[in-house]
């Protein structure tokens, strides 16, 4: 059984009713005829739900705990890959993870978040956040990357850096802060792709790419609407309006020019379908990297620098 | 080829004359609970002369204590307010009004070039005061005014930070605040011109974990708090007491964060110093 959020309790409904009708365990017209009116019904509400989500709604799907994690992505976008693993100072941060990876011929180097997909590797992983280490091995392989002129491929999806005194200890806004620096300064392109949650400076650590793609559903954004609904209006009970406020879902960031483009989800949402999702991403992937082909180290460079600098052009004065 | 476009040239601007302090104010130092005459928190660079607590001071103060009367403010990009239409209690266009009115500058970094024990240099400054200090667009083009500025003028860099982070209200083109500060401030890597970050009390969120810890030295004045998260969030995250001095100046030397934490009435001194071995 699917895990269902709360919105879609209409879809529940119509899921228990087709279950009992399975359960009657009986094989006639009547019953046949009837779980095929309420799987046409199921279907037709599914795109309508998905058709208008609100931002609030947005925020629930891309934490969905079924949405496609880094090993999903990993397996089914690419033929093979080697996983890489520690920061050669501290640890090996799982929360954030890394491959050498091929399609084909092509090579890539890939790095992404990974939250988990049970409570065991979802506590060991820090529900996504990592912390200093997970930043500081993602730069060791940024510079294989740049060595090797592999494009990087980042997948994003982590609610933000790590909260804690040992993450501080260990120098979390360094790690932020380098990571934002050396993936600047990488050789080859950078392709980051917001499969699910874009949260704050832990995103923007992995996120410096040549392209910034997201999946429809995904958002990507400066705070939690919790922590920026606790903050502006003093409870989280005012969660929704701050996800409003905000503008993270990714129509809102292709409209205020930071993305550059938006991969349409399966109907009813990258967790209903993962392998759709991922071939969805890797066309994307592979007619992206084409437009990078031919260009010098120099031109991909001066190309990122130019895009980040002249986001926010369109709201300057004159 | 260069991706300096938008140089603005720097003008003359008159300064806000500093006001006189009446004889009979009193403030009471947070951190001793003793009562202080202003006018001699003032004079001793807003430190407490009983227990060294390090008040905030506001960019302007620290513009003067720093360059002394002899500065030349610049004029930074203007950003069309409120790019979202953000709306909490209050709309964000009139909270932004407000805070112009209550510091009158334009936002919460001051550019500025002058002299500092006769050398040249181009400086930053965060105004906590300023809606808590925070980094929006406005924020952002005003660091890389100053990161052009001193390229152009062959002029060291020197940024003070004061600041709880990225601004909300400005959402996602805050957030992307933090690789365009970046790729300002590493624009001056490829020269031999010295970025020295200044941490001052707070340095805390997109601040921190962008250019204010790319300095190629860092110094924290005494007794700031500088971090990546807040101190509330951690607590609430991992349910546990803080460290005593957790996050402060002292903590993160020990840490080996930073290079130096120095007194306020030394930095002048140190910063100077610093320049000359430098250059
Ligand atoms: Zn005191």
Redesign the interface.
């Known amino acids: 059984m699917q895990n269902f959020l709360d919105f879609e309790k209409p879809l529940l409904d119509i899921q228990s009713k087709m279950e009992e009708l399975r359960h009657l365990k009986d094989n006639s017209e009547n019953i046949a005829n009837e779980l095929s009116n309420l799987q046409e019904k199921f279907d037709k509400k599914l795109s309508e739900i998905y058709k208008e989500l609100t931002p609030f709604q947005k925020v629930k799907v891309c934490r969905h705990q079924d949405r496609p994690k880094f090993d999903d992505l990993v397996s089914k976008i690419f033929d093979k890959s080697e996983y890489l693993s520690g920061d050669r100072l501290f640890a090996d941060d799982t929360s954030l993870k890394g491959c050498l990876a091929k399609i084909g011929n092509k090579k890539f180097l890939v790095i992404g978040n990974d939250k988990g997909k049970d409570i065991d590797s979802r506590v060991k992983n820090n529900f996504g956040m990592a912390k200093p280490e997970g930043y500081r091995k993602a730069q060791r392989l940024f510079n294989i990357a740049s060595k090797f002129n592999l494009p990087i491929v980042t997948f994003i999806d982590t609610p933000g850096a790590f909260p804690g005194v040992e993450a501080e200890d260990r120098g979390q806004s360094e790690a932020i802060a380098t990571s934002i620096k050396k993936s600047l300064m990488v050789r080859s392109p950078i392709f980051s792709f917001v499969v699910g949650e874009g949260g704050s400076g832990g995103a923007v650590a992995m996120g410096m790419g040549n392209k910034v793609v997201m999946l429809e559903h995904s958002i990507y954004s400066v705070i939690s609407p919790e922590g920026c609904a606790s903050i502006l209006w003093r409870s989280i009970n005012h969660s929704e309006k701050a996800a409003e406020n905000l503008k993270l879902t990714a129509q809102d960031l292709l409209d205020l020019e930071v993305i550059d483009e938006i991969i349409k989800e399966p109907i009813g949402g990258a967790h209903r379908n993962v392998n759709e999702t991922c071939d969805l991403i890797k066309d994307c992937l592979e007619r992206i990297t084409e437009e990078f082909e031919n260009m010098t180290p120099e031109e991909i460079i001066l190309h990122r620098e130019k895009k980040y600098l002249e986001i926010g052009n369109k709201f300057m004065e004159n | ?1 260069n ?1 300096i476009t ?1 140089f603005v040239r720097p003008k003359l601007q008159a300064f806000v004359g500093k006001k006189e302090v009446p004889d009979n104010l009193w403030e009471t130092c947070p951190k001793c609970s003793q009562m202080l005459l202003k006018r001699e928190l003032e004079n001793n660079s807003f430190v407490c002369k009983h227990c060294d607590h390090h008040f905030r001071i506001s960019a302007k103060q620290r513009l003067s204590f720093f360059l002394g009367n002899n500065f030349m403010v610049m004029d930074t ?4 307010a409120d ?2 239409k ?4 209050k709309k964000y266009s009139d909270r932004l009004k407000e805070a112009q009115k209550k510091n009158s500058t334009y936002d919460s970094v001051i550019v500025a070039s002058g002299t500092i024990e006769k050398k040249k240099v181009t400086v930053a400054i965060f105004d906590f005061n300023f809606m808590g200090g925070s980094m929006g ?1 406005a924020a ?2 005003a660091i ?1 005014t100053a990161c052009n500025y001193a390229r152009n003028n062959n002029l060291p860099l020197i940024i003070f930070s004061s600041s709880g982070g ?1 601004r ?9 605040q ?3 500060t ?2 300002a401030v ?1 624009s001056l890597s490829k020269t031999n011109l010295p970025f020295i970050s200044v941490l001052t009390d707070p340095t805390t ?2 601040v ?7 300095g190629d030295i860092i110094i924290a004045e005494k007794d700031a708090t ?5 101190s509330r ?2 607590e609430e ?2 349910k ?1 007491k ?2 005593q001095n ?2 402060k100046s002292e903590y993160l030397i020990e ?3 930073i290079d130096i934490v120095v007194h306020r009435k030394e930095l002048n001194k140190k910063i100077s110093d610093i320049i000359e071995f430098l250059t």
């Open positions: 080829m991706w938008n990009p203007k950003v069309k790019p979202l953000f709306k909490d209690n667009m952002g083009e890389v990225a909300m209200q400005e959402g996602i083109l805050s957030l992307m933090m690789p365009r970046v790729i590493n969120g997109g921190s974990a962008s250019f204010a810890m790319l500088i971090g990546f998260a807040g969030v951690i995250t991992i546990e803080l460290p957790f996050q840490k080996g964060m």
